[in-house]
């Protein structure tokens, strides 16, 4: 490989919002003005809104968008109160944020960067992190879990959406068990063969060992969780939780 897997995922989703990608297309500006009078709604899974009373009062809260560029949830955050940092490694979901606050007139701070890496800030920076699924496109999430606490003031939040890897097990129909578990292109000549061919990007399939007790073991308390499906295909079709979305707390 002459790129890194986190070089080829930024390139993928790149193209994936040039082609109209669903996580790529920026919210209105009817819609961030709805949110400033109190009308709002978030996801971090693909068709569960977010209960409001996970994030408390945004006003005035340092928040930190963990992977979440695009312009669709930062603007909301940023129409409630909040000020926003985001942190995204794909250019084209960084530049779509610097549109949306210079459309409606607010600052946000975006900082193209993987969070394979070290966070660029310091200790106990902000009071919530909004991390919707993406930890998908990296190979080991507990670091980032650790990263995050760190990043955490005292009582701070964490919100993530989590896949819980069934999704990579089926073929595109959803119909028929084709792969194994764990999914991990860099340790299977054929998975990576295959992501390459179908513009899949590299992606990991995750346990819930790694994700619920990656947070655990970082120190988090976790307060919620609610399960969703993917919103389309035959697992959604039946009903087939494939997603979660958590809320843990860096305790006082």
Same mark, same amino acid.
């Given at each position: ?105 607010? &600052? ?16 106990? &920076? ?127």
């Amino acid at each position: 490989m002459d790129k890194s897997y986190q070089q080829i995922n930024a390139d993928t989703i790149d193209q994936w919002c040039r082609d109209g990608w669903e996580w790529g297309r920026p919210i209105t500006h009817e819609m961030y003005e709805n949110a400033r009078r109190g009308q709002w709604d978030v996801v971090l899974t693909p068709t569960k809104p977010v209960p409001h009373a996970w994030f408390g009062e945004l006003q005035g809260k340092k928040l930190l968008g963990l992977a979440s560029g695009g312009g669709q949830q930062i603007p909301i955050f940023s129409a409630l109160g909040a000020q926003c940092t985001v942190l995204d490694y794909s250019p084209a979901q960084c530049e779509s944020e610097r549109l949306v606050a210079q459309r409606e007139g607010y &600052s946000v701070q975006v900082i193209e960067a993987d969070m394979t890496k070290p966070f660029p800030f310091a200790d106990e &920076s902000f009071d919530l992190i909004f991390h919707p699924v993406s930890n998908c496109y990296i190979e080991d999430v507990r670091p980032v879990f650790k990263e995050c606490y760190r990043v955490l003031k005292r009582g701070g939040i964490l919100l993530c959406g989590l896949d819980n890897g069934i999704i990579y097990l089926f073929d595109d129909t959803e119909t028929k068990i084709v792969y194994s578990l764990p999914f991990n292109p860099l340790k299977d000549p054929r998975l990576y063969r295959d992501s390459m061919q179908n513009d899949w990007g590299i992606q990991f399939s995750h346990t819930l060992e790694e994700q619920l007790g990656g947070q655990l073991e970082a120190g988090f308390r976790l307060t919620n969780l609610y399960e969703d499906t993917s919103g389309s295909g035959n697992l959604h079709d039946h009903n087939v939780p494939t997603f979660l979305a958590t809320r843990a707390v860096k305790p006082e």
